[in-house]
């Protein structure tokens, strides 16, 4: 009995520990952007509903890099519109500014990106997989600073991610 209702107290306490510690990780995106909404401008505050959105969609390219991530409100991410991924590139672009404001020591970005790929379950880009990379955090950079230098056009944008 005393032996169960110790192991219950251990999962529970891991899981509350892990709940914490990825629900801190997303405030990492929140604070970085001021909890701004990145598509309709609003500013949020704490205790709203807010999301973690990705930029280029995760049923399209499989990253949870901070250069793709960006706060937004929870209604704001549910429907993305062909307008809205025609302008990619600048979201990107505003991403990666802001993370090179907000995160100072690699070692803690390349952490931060692992926990992103473990919490959004990104870990499995097919096309990083592919070449060879388990967390292909340089990759990824190569990849969002080809897609930043791109024309606001979402087709082509994914046409360059399919031939990738
Ligand atoms: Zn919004």
């Known amino acids: 009995m005393w032996a169960k209702y110790k192991q219950t107290n251990k999962i529970k306490k891991l899981t509350g520990f892990l ?12 604070f970085r952007d001021g909890y701004v909404c990145a598509l309709c401008g609003k500013r949020n505050s704490i205790g709203d509903e807010i999301n973690v959105d990705h930029i280029i969609p995760k049923s399209k390219y499989q990253s949870s890099h901070p250069w793709n991530l960006q706060s ?17 590139p600048i979201y990107i672009k505003g991403a990666k500014d802001r993370s090179e404001d907000f995160f100072n020591e690699s070692w803690e970005f390349f952490e931060i990106y692992r926990l992103f790929s473990i919490i959004y379950k990104t ?14 955090m340089d990759f990824d950079q190569m990849f969002f ?20």
């Open 19 to 30: 709940f914490g510690y990825f629900y801190l990780s997303k405030m990492a995106i929140h």
């Open 123 to 136: 870990y499995n880009n097919p096309l990083t997989k592919s070449k060879g990379y388990e967390y292909s």
């Open 145 to 164: 600073s080809s897609i930043i230098d791109m024309p606001n056009n979402w087709d082509k944008i994914s046409d360059f991610i399919d031939n990738k």
């Open 72 to 88: 937004t409100c929870e209604n704001c991410n549910i429907e993305k519109s062909t307008q809205l991924l025609d302008n990619v």
